[in-house]
């Protein structure tokens, strides 16, 4: 009953890959059975820089869930939701707008490397939607009495902005939100098949979870190796080497040590190598795809698992908001 509140959440605008796994899920697992944990599919947020796209985060809300359910979020421990279906939010949205100012969201780190990525979208001037992502966060937080957030390094200012929302609220209409703290994710970003720091499917360099044996085969061909290495017997760099580098992720301790002595000393042939990473990435990969199968079969039940989540992150949303539209003296006809 005490357990204390985490909440995550992923923009539903494609499956999640390898990057994802390492990055987050791996960890939401150890952590739901620590703490109450909730995960918004975040279908409001990826329409801030996809609202022409409405079919694209309508489809990917449930390969999304599949996602989260074959790598073992189990919904008896964790509630799985949809952003845009628990109103309140929307609500407090607006809100907390009065708390923040332009300048501030236009200063705050994190939307400020978005916009400059996302030029292609919205030009030279951004949406009044995507500027104000940070206020709607706060508010997806907040509606759940949110104590922790799991991110990495570059969501940071995200949760202090979400923090100064509270602090101000609290300080105007008195003591009623929990300010969230962040906790820093000590998983690394992982880079891509093509050695960007990024992994992404804009990027084309993903592993997705749901990748078969044979489409991972061939992504493995194709990634990044020392390119100062013509023949077999070259002596290679596996510091400079993709495959080496996901060989830490997949192999076994031994394996990766061969790999780095055999390379040095132009003993291992690069397809050999790429072979015997498909293998072990693949060999990870199974019992998530056979998971992933069985709710494909069984659509009713991700709909199910939604539904019931969404209605009970929803019961819980209406109480903060409440307690908040008391505060605010919005709670016409309930004294
Ligand atoms: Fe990379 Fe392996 Fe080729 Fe060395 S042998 S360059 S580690 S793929």
């Known amino acids: 009953m005490d357990k204390k509140i985490i909440v995550t959440g992923d923009r539903p605008t494609g499956r999640l890959h390898i990057g994802h796994y390492f990055g987050s899920l791996q960890n939401r697992v150890k952590l739901q059975d620590e703490y109450k944990s909730y995960i918004l599919v975040a279908d409001v947020q990826a329409l801030t820089d996809n609202f022409n796209n409405p079919e ?19 919904p008896k421990k964790t509630t799985i ?45 951004v949406t009044y939607g995507f500027l104000g992502y940070p206020v709607s966060q706060a508010a997806d937080i907040t509606a759940l009495e949110g104590e922790l957030v799991p991110v990495g390094e570059d969501q940071l200012p995200l949760i202090e902005q979400t923090r100064e929302i509270v602090r101000k609220f609290n300080s105007i209409y008195g003591e009623i939100l929990k300010e969230p703290e962040a906790v820093l994710s000590t998983q690394k970003r992982i880079k891509g098949l093509d050695g960007n720091e990024k992994m992404g499917k804009s990027l084309g360099n993903a592993i997705y979870l749901s990748d078969d044996e044979e489409v991972v085969n061939k992504k493995v061909m194709g990634a990044l190796t020392d390119p100062g ?9 596996p510091n400079i080497c993709m495959v080496s580098y996901y060989h830490n992720l997949f192999s076994s301790k031994e394996e990766v040590e061969a790999v780095c002595e055999e390379c040095k000393a132009g003993k291992r042939g690069c397809v050999a190598c790429k072979k015997q990473l498909a293998k072990n990435i693949n060999k990870m990969l199974e019992p998530i795809r056979e998971k992933r199968k069985y709710y494909e079969e069984h659509p009713e039940l991700v709909d199910k698992i939604l539904e019931e989540g969404t209605k009970e992150a929803r019961n819980k949303a209406k109480e903060t908001m409440k307690k908040v539209k008391k505060a605010m003296k919005l709670d016409y006809f309930e004294q």
């Open 56 to 74: 694209k985060v309508r489809k990917n809300v449930r390969e999304v869930v599949m996602d989260y359910l074959s790598v073992g979020i189990d």
């Open 229 to 237: 290495r013509i023949k077999k017997d070259d002596p290679g760099n």
């Open 81 to 125: 939701y949809i952003q845009s279906m628990i109103p309140e939010v929307a609500e407090l949205t607006v809100y907390y707008s009065n708390l923040v100012t332009i300048s501030r969201l236009e200063r705050n780190p994190t939307v400020k490397t978005e916009i400059a990525q996302k030029k292609d979208i919205f030009g030279e001037s």
